[in-house]
């Protein structure tokens, strides 16, 4: 397959150069954020099959419709539910709960973020939970940058908790076959520790010197809570579709289901029960305004980049450096492992951490038969999950819902700049992965 794959390429050039030319030229486009990347890794996907490295048969096997469905189906339940009001009742509940002082306030919103991130998806919830914390911070009167970062932060680091909350965990579950439960098992202890200690940090930094006036304080508790839910009926059928789908997540395995599936299935059903509750044309307007949620720039950014990077792997450039990778680690996988962590926290802080983990994942897999087979790398995949999703809170670049709120702050009037984020985002994202590499080491070399 992989010969007869390879065995058209223009004027008999290498395969592996060609793919390798493809791959960085595409990177290097994506990270001058010059053209949509979108648009790029489809050219790039296209150019693959044109020159010969790939026919578009095995271009399209290339293609992980599992990731696909799964985004896919996530964001489309997202979007109904969202409607109801839900997660802006959760912002204003949390700052009440934290009796509206801003020390509190920055704590609780952080927790809402990392759960709500583990359990949706981080760029999500930033986009639900910011807007409200932009409101709560203009009424209690105290400067909204440290909540914003604290959220960057936070959705980062309770989106790696799951297989569901972070793109990167998303593609190594589906391609290396780890499902829902594996993730909660193997990053959940550790995650737990790193968004405490990173609690303590940012309260260190910002929260105990937040003060509000008595009066701006009395201003957030009497916000309604109540009245940011505009439809209850949505919101229960919502409550119930979504624990529905976590717990198919969690018995995915017995049932034989994949997670696009059950993504896919939550997502027609919470679609369907919507179309009932409203008159045919509501009902068109709803579904058209779903679809359009759906961020079809992602979903066609990852077909395109998983076949740029299946052109990469059929060129045999994967393989090569798996060896010197193994080779360099002197066969050790604990040695692997650490480099694994290490390398992918301080490139996913430089390059987005998407396209980083496509490239990595069939890396990885071509190193297995060195360490005994593929059932024996499980600790690599968790390396890989922790460096590149934490790695992302690193600088502004790093994950897609850094941007997404640094967009929404500026619009606000609130400076997000890269250097000044940077410079506290840094170290903070290091001392995370310290604190992983004790757990790794501990856990499994």
């Known amino acids: 397959m992989t010969s007869h794959a390879i065995s058209n390429v223009y004027f008999g050039l290498s395969p592996m150069w060609v793919s390798t030319i493809v ?6 486009i994506i990270i001058s954020e010059k053209v949509n990347r979108a648009i790029i890794a489809l050219i790039g996907a296209s150019f ?21 469905g799964l985004l ?3 964001m489309i339940l997202v979007s ?3 409607r109801s009001g839900m997660f802006q009742y959760l912002a204003i509940w949390s700052a009440q709960k934290a009796k509206a002082n801003p020390a509190g306030i920055l704590l609780l919103l952080q927790l809402t973020t990392a759960v709500v991130s583990a359990l949706l998806d981080n760029v999500t919830t930033v986009l639900l939970v910011v807007p409200v914390t932009l409101v709560i911070a203009k009424e209690l009167d105290v400067p909204a940058y440290p909540y914003l970062f604290a959220e960057v932060f936070a959705s980062n680091i309770g989106g790696t908790a799951t297989l569901i909350g972070d ?14 439960n594996a993730f909660v098992i193997h990053l959940t202890p550790v995650i737990v520790v790193v ?32 009245e940011t839910i505009q439809d209850w009926t949505l919101l229960k059928q919502s409550l119930v579709i979504l624990t529905a789908v976590m717990v198919a997540f969690v018995l995915a395995r017995p049932l034989h289901l ?23 044309e509501k009902a068109s307007h709803n579904i058209h305004q779903t679809f ?27 393989k090569l450096l798996a060896d010197q990778l193994v080779a360099a680690t002197g066969g050790n996988m604990a040695n692997a492992g650490y480099a694994i962590l290490w390398a992918s926290a301080f490139l996913s802080a430089i390059v987005d951490n998407i396209p980083f983990v496509a490239t990595m994942i069939p890396l990885i897999k071509s190193m297995a038969p060195a360490y005994g087979g593929a059932d024996k790398i499980e600790p690599l995949w968790w390396c890989l999950s922790l460096g590149a999703c934490l790695g992302g809170n690193g600088t502004l670049i790093g994950a897609s819902a850094n941007l997404t709120v640094a967009g929404i702050a500026e619009r606000n009037g609130v400076p997000f700049r890269f250097l000044t984020y940077t410079y506290y985002a840094m170290p903070m994202m290091i001392v995370s992965i310290a604190i992983s590499h004790v757990y790794v080491w501990w856990r499994y070399f």
């Open 167 to 180: 793109p990167p965990n998303i593609l190594i579950g589906s391609l290396v076959g780890l499902d829902f």
């Open 72 to 74: 896919t189906g996530m």
């Open 258 to 280: 994949e997670p696009a599936t059950i993504a896919l299935l939550g997502a027609a059903i919470l679609m369907l029960l919507d179309n009932w509750a409203h008159h045919s």
């Open 195 to 226: 968004m405490a200690t990173q609690a303590l940090m940012i309260h260190l930094l910002w929260g105990k010197a937040m003060h509000s006036t008595p009066e701006r304080r009395a201003l957030v508790m009497g916000m309604s809570a109540r």
């Open 292 to 318: 359009s949620d759906v961020e079809w720039i992602t979903i066609f950014f990852f077909i395109g980049l998983f076949i740029v990077v299946h052109g990469v792997e059929v060129g045999g450039l994967l």
């Open 80 to 82: 109904i539910s969202r």
């Open 48 to 68: 693959m099959i044109v020159v010969g490295v790939l026919n578009q048969e095995e271009a399209v096997k290339g293609i992980d419709f599992n990731t696909i």
């Open 23 to 28: 791959l960085a030229v595409t990177y290097a």
